[in-house]
């Protein structure tokens, strides 16, 4: 058995993840477990993504290097998990992209996707219905 040498968390700041990174991320979200470089390549080859064990292993160790992923030894084989938690990570991605092309206006982001184009009705009580939630 393997036993988790760090608690996951979520790292206040984050560095930039790549689009690469990002993948490989995804993946050890979803692993119910620590898994290796091969698995991880097993299931980018399920999304048809095809990158080579080196690469993948380059993209692991640059996200442990940022403090995204943490890796453990089982006799000759390192096993990956995730310290960041997905939920805050991607909410930490939205607040900058928000901020960044958006002057952090929610309302300019919203507005960003109807364009010129009318909402209907069911969109419009959506959105309502989201926002009382909030």
């Known amino acids: 058995n393997i036993i988790l040498g760090k608690e996951k968390k979520y790292m206040g700041e984050i560095v930039k993840i790549t689009e690469g990174q990002l993948k490989i991320l995804n993946i050890l979200w ?37 403090g995204a992923v943490a890796g453990i030894k089982d006799q000759m084989t390192f096993y990956y998990y995730p310290l960041i938690e997905e939920k805050n990570f991607r909410k930490n991605e939205a607040k900058n992209l ?14 960003a996707f109807t364009g010129d184009e009318d909402l209907t009705q069911q969109e419009i009580e959506d959105m309502k219905e989201w926002l009382d939630k909030l």
Not at 38 to 52: G, P, R, V
């Open 30 to 66: 979803k692993a119910e477990k620590p898994i290796c470089v091969s698995e991880i390549l097993t299931e980018l080859k399920k999304q048809d993504i095809h990158l080579a064990y080196r690469t993948v292993s380059t993209f692991v160790a640059q996200l442990e290097e940022k």
């Open 98 to 111: 928000i901020k960044k092309h958006f002057g952090g206006s929610l309302k300019g982001f919203l507005a």
